[in-house]
Structure formats: C-alpha cells, structure tokens
C-alpha cells in the first residue's frame, strides 16, 4: 500500500519584534516619568497618560486611553519605573472599568514589566496597583492554622490506629 506524501508548507519567517518606544506620563504632581512600551500598540496612540495616587485608598492608576483600528487586536507590554508607583503592588489591568481577560505583569527591583491585549477601538486603560489589605493578612493566618491543624488531627489517627493495631491478637 502506498502512503500519501505530505503537502509541503510554507516555512514561516518570523517577524521582527518592534522596537521599544518611549511614551511620556504625567503624575499628579505634574512630574513627568518615562514609560517604555512594546508590542503593536505605539506611542501615536497611546494618549492622556497620567499616574494618580491615592494616599488613603493606598493605590496608585495608571491610565490612558488607547486607540486602534476596530477589530484588530492590540497587544502592549509597558515598563513601568517603579519609584513612579509609591502605593501598590500586584498590578491588575482595567479596560472601560472591565478587568482584562488576557492580562499580567512581572517585576524586578526596578520596574514592573505590565503587559494586556485588547480588541480595538477606543479604550480607556488603568494599571490599577493596590497595597494589600488586611483581609489578605488574616487569610494568611487562617491558612497558618489550617497548616499547623491538619497534622496534629493526622497525628492523633495514628496514635489510635496504632494502639488498636497493639490490642488486635495476632492469628495462630
């Protein structure tokens, strides 16, 4: 029997990367901080760029509006200098005031590197940074005593299933 060859396909070539771009924000106390950005989404329509904080809520917005030709994907990843965020950590992406569903960031000691996609039009965008509150706190102290609970309750089922063991007489 005769096997089909296979139909050749075309190699795919990979595209260039674009170049990082340097986009100009403007915080609430009218300095200005340079963010860089890569991905589809240019400096041209990236605009109204302000970092906000808020003391008492411990938060710090980021925000912009975007443009892009509707129907085409948008696809940013944005470095963000770190002393320009006094309060929060843990960045989570806001598109018309909806969480973005293809979101994340990383960090090192320097920079957060926050990157979103979007279907385009025109958007407003906020990087919404937050100091965790105290029910985060309490959590991890319930999830402490569950961690310290759980092997005292399996120790004490040993210590049973032992002493029956013990007491059971052995077959002869």
């Known amino acids: 029997m ?10 795919p070539v990979p595209s260039s990367t674009p170049l990082e771009t340097i986009v100009l924000a403007k915080t609430d106390l009218q300095e200005i901080v340079y963010l860089s950005i890569n991905g589809n ?11 906000a904080t808020n003391e008492s809520a411990n938060s ?4 912009f509006t975007v443009t892009g030709e509707k129907d085409t994907i948008g696809f940013s990843n944005i470095t963000i200098p ?5 309060y929060g950590t843990n960045p ?3 598109i018309d005031d909806q969480q973005a569903t ?16 979007t279907h385009f039009s025109t958007h407003q965008v906020k990087v919404y940074f937050a100091v965790p509150s105290t029910s985060q706190v309490m959590s991890f102290g319930s999830l402490l005593a569950v961690c310290l609970t759980v092997p005292e ?8 299933a032992v002493r029956r063991l013990r007491r059971k007489p052995e077959n002869s």
């Open 102 to 117: 293809n979101q994340g960031y990383t960090q090192n000691s320097n920079n957060f590197f926050v990157w979103y996609t």
């Open 41 to 51: 989404v240019t400096s041209f329509q990236m605009s109204n760029v302000t970092i």
């Open 82 to 86: 770190k002393i320009a965020i006094p």
């Open 92 to 94: 989570v992406i806001l």
């Open 153 to 160: 309750i399996i120790l004490i089922y040993t210590v049973i």
């Open 2 to 11: 005769r096997k089909a060859s296979p139909t050749p396909t075309t190699t």
């Open 60 to 63: 710090t917005i980021m925000s």
